[in-house]
C-alpha cells in the first residue's frame, strides 16, 4: 500500500467518525479534525492508531480562513502531505424562513460551504504537486432538486452552492489528477430526523452507507470519476 493520508473534518463523532474509521481501513493515516469535542477526537485518533496507522486530532474552527489554512498546514507538517480530504463538516439550522437573521445565514453558509472552499484551496498546493488527490465533500440528498426548502433554506442553498463548488473544482482539477466529488447524505439514523411517523427502514440510510460512498470516491478506483454527486438517501423523495 502507498502512502496516503486522508483528513476528515467534524470527524469526532457520528458520520465523520464513520468515515475515518472506514477510510483507516485503507490508506496509511487519517487526520481527525474536531472543535469542540477533544476528548472523542482524541480517542477516535487512538483507536486508528491501534490498527497500525497513523493518527492525530486537530482542532480547528473552518469558518475561518485563517484556521482552515492552519489546519492543512498542521496536518501536513505532521503527517508529510494530505491526499485525500473530506469536508464533512456541516452545521444543519431548521428554523422557517421567514424568522431567519443574518447570522443564522452566516453560520450555517460559513460552516458548509466556506469551510469546504477554505479547507480544499489550502490543501490543492501538496495535491498538484504531487499529481494525485480526492476531495469528497459531504452535502444534501435534495440539494439537486432545488425544491423549496421553507425550514432549512439557508442549508440547502449552502449545500447547492457546495455541489456547484464540487463540480467546478473537479473540471479545473482534473489534468492535475485531482477528483472532486460529493456524497450526499438523505435522512440518516442516528442524525437529525424530522417529526414523522411515516419513515421506513427502506428511507433512512447509516452512518457506513456514506463512508463507503466516500471510501470509493477515496480510492483507486473511481480515478475516472469526477465531478459526481452520489445521493445515499434509500427512497427518501424519489
Not at 103 to 118: Q, T
Not at 147 to 172: C, D, M, N, Q
Not at 198 to 210: H, I, M, N, P, R
Request: proline fraction near 3%; charged fraction near 25%.
Amino acid at each position: 500500500m502507498s502512502l496516503r493520508i486522508a483528513l476528515v473534518t467534524g470527524a469526532s463523532r457520528g458520520m465523520g467518525r464513520a468515515i475515518a474509521l472506514r477510510l483507516a481501513e485503507d490508506v496509511s493515516g487519517v487526520a481527525v479534525h474536531y472543535l469542540t469535542r477533544r476528548d472523542e477526537a482524541q480517542e477516535l485518533a487512538a483507536a486508528i492508531r491501534e490498527k497500525g496507522k497513523l493518527s492525530a486530532a486537530f482542532r480547528a474552527d473552518l469558518t475561518k480562513k485563517a484556521q482552515a489554512a492552519g489546519l492543512i498546514k498542521k496536518v501536513e507538517e505532521r503527517f508529510a502531505r494530505i491526499d485525500i480530504l473530506v469536508n464533512n463538516v456541516g452545521p444543519f439550522l431548521v428554523k422557517p424562513w421567514d424568522q431567519l437573521e443574518v447570522a443564522d445565514w452566516e453560520r450555517v453558509l460559513r460552516g458548509n460551504l466556506f469551510g469546504s472552499y477554505f479547507c480544499a484551496k489550502a490543501a490543492l498546493a501538496g495535491m498538484r504537486k504531487r499529481k494525485w488527490g480526492r476531495i469528497v465533500n459531504i452535502g444534501y440528498g435534495r440539494a439537486e432538486h432545488l425544491g423549496a426548502f421553507p425550514t432549512i433554506a439557508p442549508y440547502a442553498v449552502a449545500k447547492t452552492g457546495l455541489l456547484l463548488l464540487t463540480r467546478t473544482a473537479a473540471a479545473s482539477e482534473v489534468a492535475n489528477g485531482i477528483t472532486v466529488n460529493m456524497v450526499s447524505p438523505g435522512l440518516i439514523r442516528g442524525g437529525a430526523l424530522p417529526q414523522a411517523r411515516d419513515l421506513s427502514e427502506s428511507q433512512l440510510g447509516t452512518f457506513e452507507d456514506v463512508a463507503e460512498a466516500v471510501a470509493f470516491f477515496a480510492s483507486d478506483k473511481a480515478a475516472s470519476v469526477t465531478g459526481a454527486n452520489l445521493i445515499v438517501a434509500g427512497t427518501w423523495k424519489m
